[in-house]
Structures are given as structure tokens and as C-alpha cells.
């Protein structure tokens, strides 16, 4: 697998590509391939103490001493305040390889020792190992813990207490847990000297540069030591619960091993697989075994939007159809009048619901569920009623300003709260007001209405296929007329009753990329060359066209500069998707079609095989050279990728769509 050539590559470049280790339960494992952690969010074990949320970063880093030979070699790199940058550990860094366990290789003084980092599935736990893999003769390593114990979002400071390490059974030791602090374990198989005390003002230069404070206070419990001959190795545990030492090594070394799911064809590809490593990451596990997706990583919390949106690729591609199952099913019980969350809270209070469109993203997913299973009876049997309160709620009209006008559009209105995708606030200042009746929120309206009367005559509900098919019609027929913009042969973004908003952005590419298509097929094409003329990279699409007065081209700076940006002229890569789906809709799926398709996917492939380290992040500036931001690995992101990649370029998706199959009504 990838191994990162770091010899000829400076400081600054080591600093920028991060690594991911997803431990399953929401927690995970990042920093930087030269250990630097450079986020608050950076960490060896990172907990999620509520899963998949009340995330917390436990250990912070640990440094590494190497005598051999008479000689000392420090391995850790950090900088302090001051631009001060000790120890520097990087100069002996040879090699680092993120697949399957982020794996370091060092060497200095006629020593080379390897690193290891290894995630425990399912638990708050990580096991790291150190292997002496050459030296002239016995060597000495100490290993120096260094802990944070709060949550992502916080930074520590020294206190005036001391949480001393207490010894709980040989090997294994606890840090207790004060009113600032939760309790954390740590066990090895060296020899541990207690020596307490504060690292103080570790910088974290990404947050700086995100106009957060970004200094923090480390506590070190002490040192452990090991003698290791050549081809021994020393194991350090760090967990949040007590640890039976040999126990979770062995659960460690069980391996991560990639295996190509069995209904997609054995052929190799490289690309395909490393999407369907990507996508492992974000697909985690409550304790009651419900799945959840992680929006994305190190810091956003589980979205139920992000999630209908990525369901079908990072669930249905790879084949996980129990988990896709259990997931709608698990939504279906969240329906509040027809509206789902939006978010669920990082503090563990529940779901926030401030989407308009969750809903329906919904039921596009049943949908393709359905395609990939064939699945009657869960579909018919217990999801049918929910997509019929879902479209007769947002009908009547419900909560957020939800409700269809007569027209049949839907529209949205909720005064200071951002109800679509689109959804950056400053206060009480919407970035990207949209207002009104939303292209995107219409476009999936429609398809949801078409996947409503499918659904009804598949089941044998026939008065009820033809009054959704009707409504449906309408919505068809006054999309067209209002949303189209004449002038610009593209799709308004929005439409209110006192004009029409112009911006041309990517919304529009919902009504033309949906299993059921609200604008004309006559227009597909004026669409397709609005929307690669003005908004395409290689990255993917801009959220708005360079030449709107209100674009901005750089997402940096603190957060009320970076908002301006984030909806405002920045590239997402998950909506290379609906523009790879549409654009396979259009030419055809001969080879040269899906040949010319593939190659709008060339940068995000290239982004992960280079600073991406395996993922796709959320976004890159609008401006070349399109710097990359936000969300260094997002389930969006690698979902649309690895799905419009699966079924439009490599045709794997579902040969039917479904065969008709009329039911008996359901009572």
C-alpha cells in the first residue's frame, strides 16, 4: 500500500498530511505522518465516551527515546510556543504507511525501529507497538505518554492537582478521574517509572489558523522502558476502560484486513478498492448495535442528512445491506411530522431538527435499497407507512415552514434557521439564504413523489399511485415553469414569491442526476454546460459561479471569514456525483461515455493517493490552486465518489431496477 517517500519533503509538508484510524464506535485515532499533532482534534485514542458521540481525546501523543549504541535519538515531533519545534524526531523519519494500521518507520545511530498504531474495533482502546527491526547490539526505548483527557472541541491547561498514575494490577495503570477529566488506563509490558508533570503550551497550528486558541497542556504519568534485542517489540495499551493486557493485544493483531465484498466481481481495481477501504471508516456502531454514519472526521458528529445521502454508497456499493436496514429503520423511528434530524448532538442531548429535505433523502435511499435488495418485505411492510406520512405531512405543511403551495412546490421557510445542504450561519446572518422554494428541496419533492406512486402500484395500492402520480405531474409541470431561467438556460436556485434567485450553483444537478428527473430532458444538456462552464474543477463543483458578485474563492482565516466561503465558492467533491450520475444520464454508458465520466474523477483520485492519505476531505478552495479545507476525510465525499464510480463508471450497480411485482394491499 501507499508509503509516503518523506526524505526529500519539508517540515511543512509532513505537518499537512493527516491520517485516519477509525476504531468503529465513533472514536478514532489522527495526526499528522510526522506526529505533530496539529488540531485539538489530533490524537492516539480519541474515545467516544457516548457512542458514536461525547467524543474525548484521551492520549494525545507519546514521545519516543531510542538509546543504541551509547546514543540517544529522539523520535517525537511538536512544536511550542514560540515556533519552537522539539523534539524533532522528523529528521529520523524514513517511511509511513496508512494502510492497514498507520505503521512509522524511523532510523538513526545504526538503529531502525518501526511504530505501529493499531485500533481496537468496537472499543475505546489502542494498542501501539514498537518492533527494533536493526541495531548493533541491545537498545533501549522509552516511551512518554502524554495525555489531554477532555473533550474534542475543549483544550487543557494545567491545573493545580496532580493525577498521579495508580497501579491497578502489574502492568496496567490508571490515571483517576477528577471534575475536569474522566479516568483513563494505561497498561504494557515494559517497566514503568512514575514521574508526573505538565507539558505546557503545545501549539496546535491548524487552529490558530482557524482563528481558535490553540494552546494546550499535556500531563505525562511517567516513562516506560523496555531493552529490546533486534526482531523483539514492545507493546503500550492506552484505554478508557480497564484492559486485560493480552487480551486486547490479541484482539489488536487480528489484523485489518481488506476483503472485497463478495456480490462485487473479482476483478482487481485499484481505485474501487481503496474507495471501499475510504469508506469502512465512517460506518460505525452504537452499542445496541444500530449503525450510525460519522459525517466526517475528526470532528463533526453523525448527520442524518450526511448519512441518507451517503447510504448508498458507503453502504449499499460494499454490499452492507443489514446495516442499510437497520440504519432507515433506525430513522424511521426519528420522524417527527414528517421531518428527520438534521444532526445529532456531540454533547449526547439527541437530534436537532433543522432540515427541511432529511426526509426526503430518505426515501430516495429506500429506494435504492430496494434496487440493490429486492427487499419487499421491510420496504412494503414496514417502511411503506412512513413514506406515506412523510409526503402528507410536508403537504399539509409542518414544522420549519415546510408545505406544498398550490402549485404543489414545496417550500421552506424558517426565519434564522438554514434549512437545506447549504447551511452556514453567522449569528443570526444566514450566509446562503435560500428561502422560498428551493430547486434541490423540488427536485427531491418530485422524486419522491415518483418513488411514492412506484411504490403504491407495486403493493397494490392503485388510488393511491394515481393520486401521488398526479401530484407528481403537477409539481413536473410547474417546475419547469418557474424554475427555468430562460436567460441563463440553467435552473433558479430558488424561487419566492417576490422573484426568483439567478445564482448558478450546483443545486440544479438534483433535478437532472434523481432517479426520477424533475426538468425536462430537453434541458439536461443546458444544464450539464452551466453547470462544468461555471462551476466545475478538478476537484469537483463550486457552490457558486466565480463571476457572482458574492463569490469567494478562499476558505481560510477564522470562522467568520471561512463561513463567507463555505457555500459561497467552495468545492465539494461529493457532488461529483450527482454531476458523473447526470452526466452517464445524458451521453449514454457506451465506453467512451463512462471513459469521459471517469476523467472528472482524476483529482480526488490523485488527492488520495497523495495528501489525502487513503480520503477525500469536505472541501477546496474555489480558486486554484484549490487548496484543500474543512473535513480532512468526509463520508459525503467518499460516498458520492465510490458510488457514481461503482455504478456509472464500472456498471456495478443493479441490472433491474426492480421487477413489477403488484401486491395484494397491506392492511
Known amino acids: 500500500m501507499p508509503t509516503s517517500a518523506l526524505s526529500a519533503l519539508p517540515l511543512d509538508a509532513l505537518m499537512a498530511r493527516e491520517w485516519l484510524a477509525a476504531t468503529g464506535n465513533g472514536g478514532y485515532a489522527s495526526s499528522t505522518i510526522c506526529g505533530m499533532n496539529t488540531r485539538k482534534y489530533h490524537g492516539l485514542l480519541v474515545a467516544a465516551m457516548s457512542p458514536p458521540v461525547r467524543r474525548m481525546v484521551l492520549l494525545s501523543r507519546t514521545e519516543e527515546t531510542v538509546v543504541c549504541d551509547g546514543k540517544s535519538q529522539e523520535l517525537a515531533c511538536n512544536e511550542y510556543a514560540g515556533n519552537v519545534i522539539h523534539p524533532q524526531g522528523h529528521l529520523a523519519l524514513r517511511s509511513f504507511e496508512h494502510w492497514p494500521y498507520p505503521r512509522w518507520t524511523y532510523e538513526a545511530s545504526g538503529c531502525r525501529l518501526a511504530k505501529e498504531l493499531r485500533t481496537v474495533e468496537g472499543r475505546n482502546a489502542v494498542v501501539v507497538v514498537y518492533t527494533l527491526l536493526e541495531a548493533p547490539g541491545p537498545a533501549t526505548l522509552e516511551v512518554r505518554p502524554l495525555f489531554a483527557m ?24 490508571r490515571i483517576p478521574a477528577t471534575t475536569r477529566s474522566p479516568e483513563v488506563f494505561f497498561a504494557h509490558d515494559g517497566h514503568f517509572e512514575p514521574q508526573g508533570c505538565w507539558y505546557y503550551s503545545t501549539v496546535y497550528r491548524r487552529e490558530l489558523e482557524r482563528g481558535y486558541h490553540g494552546l494546550e497542556d499535556l500531563w505525562m504519568p511517567g516513562v516506560v522502558r523496555w531493552t529490546l534485542r533486534p526482531g ?30 463478495p456480490h462485487l466481481p473479482p476483478r482487481q481495481d485499484e481505485r474501487l478498492d481503496e474507495l471501499l477501504r475510504a469508506a469502512e471508516a465512517f460506518v460505525v456502531h452504537q452499542p445496541d448495535g444500530t449503525p450510525a454514519i460519522m459525517s466526517g472526521y475528526p470532528w463533526a458528529a453523525p448527520s442524518a442528512r450526511d448519512a441518507m445521502i451517503s447510504l448508498p454508497g458507503l453502504l449499499l456499493v460494499p454490499g452492507r445491506f443489514d446495516d442499510a436496514r437497520l440504519l432507515l429503520a433506525h430513522f424511521a423511528g426519528t420522524l417527527r411530522e414528517g421531518l428527520m434530524p438534521s444532526e445529532l448532538a456531540e454533547d449526547g442531548s439527541g437530534y436537532r431538527y433543522t432540515a427541511c429535505d432529511t426526509s426526503l433523502w430518505f426515501i430516495n435511499a429506500l429506494w435504492q435499497y430496494l434496487r440493490y435488495t429486492g427487499d419487499d418485505d421491510f420496504v412494503g411492510g414496514q417502511m411503506l407507512p412512513v413514506v406515506w406520512r412523510i409526503i402528507d405531512d410536508c403537504r399539509a405543511g409542518t414544522d420549519l415552514g415546510v408545505g406544498a403551495d398550490d402549485e404543489g412546490l414545496l417550500r421552506t421557510c424558517a426565519p434564522g434557521v438554514p434549512t437545506t445542504w447549504m447551511d452556514a450561519r453567522l449569528n443570526d446572518w444566514l450566509v446562503t439564504p435560500r428561502q422560498g422554494r428551493p430547486v434541490c428541496v423540488n427536485a427531491l419533492w418530485y422524486n419522491a413523489l415518483r418513488i411514492g406512486s412506484e411504490l403504491a402500484q407495486r403493493y397494490g395500492h392503485d388510488e393511491r399511485c394515481a393520486e401521488l402520480l398526479s401530484l407528481a405531474t403537477k409539481v413536473k409541470q410547474s417546475f419547469n415553469r418557474r424554475f427555468w431561467n430562460d436567460s441563463a438556460q440553467c435552473c433558479y436556485d430558488v424561487v419566492e414569491d417576490r422573484g426568483s434567485d439567478p445564482s448558478i450553483r450546483p443545486n440544479q444537478l438534483l433535478a437532472i442526476s434523481l432517479p426520477f428527473a424533475v426538468l425536462d430532458l430537453s434541458r439536461h444538456a443546458a444544464v450539464m454546460r452551466a453547470v462544468r462552464g461555471h462551476l466545475l474543477t478538478p476537484f469537483g463543483l463550486r457552490t457558486l459561479a466565480p463571476d457572482d458578485p458574492a463569490y469567494r474563492g478562499m476558505y481560510c482565516g477564522p470562522v467568520n471569514i471561512r463561513d463567507r466561503a463555505y457555500h459561497q465558492g467552495s468545492v465539494f467533491p461529493w457532488l461529483l456525483g450527482p454531476l458523473v450520475t447526470a452526466m452517464i444520464r445524458l451521453n449514454g454508458r457506451s465506453y467512451s461515455a463512462r471513459n469521459d465520466a471517469a476523467r472528472l474523477l482524476q483529482g480526488v483520485f490523485e488527492h488520495m493517493a497523495g495528501w489525502g492519505m487513503g480520503q477525500i476531505c469536505e472541501l477546496f478552495d474555489g480558486d486554484a490552486p484549490h487548496r484543500r479545507g474543512g473535513l480532512p476525510a468526509s463520508a459525503r465525499s ?20 426492480m421487477p413489477p411485482r403488484k401486491q395484494a394491499p397491506r392492511e
Open 638 to 657: 467518499v460516498a458520492e465518489v465510490l458510488r457514481c464510480y461503482a455504478e456509472d463508471i464500472l456498471e456495478l450497480c443493479p441490472a433491474e431496477v
Open 232 to 261: 523483539q517489540q514492545a507493546r503500550f495499551v492506552c484505554s478508557a476502560d480497564p484492559v486485560e493486557f493480552e487480551a486486547v493485544v490479541r484482539q489488536a493483531q487480528r489484523g485489518r484486513e481488506f476483503v472485497r465484498p
Open 150 to 173: 477532555r473533550g474534542i472541541h475543549e483544550l487543557a491547561y494545567q491545573w493545580n492537582g496532580q493525577p498521579e498514575a495508580e497501579q491497578v494490577v502489574p502492568g496496567l495503570w
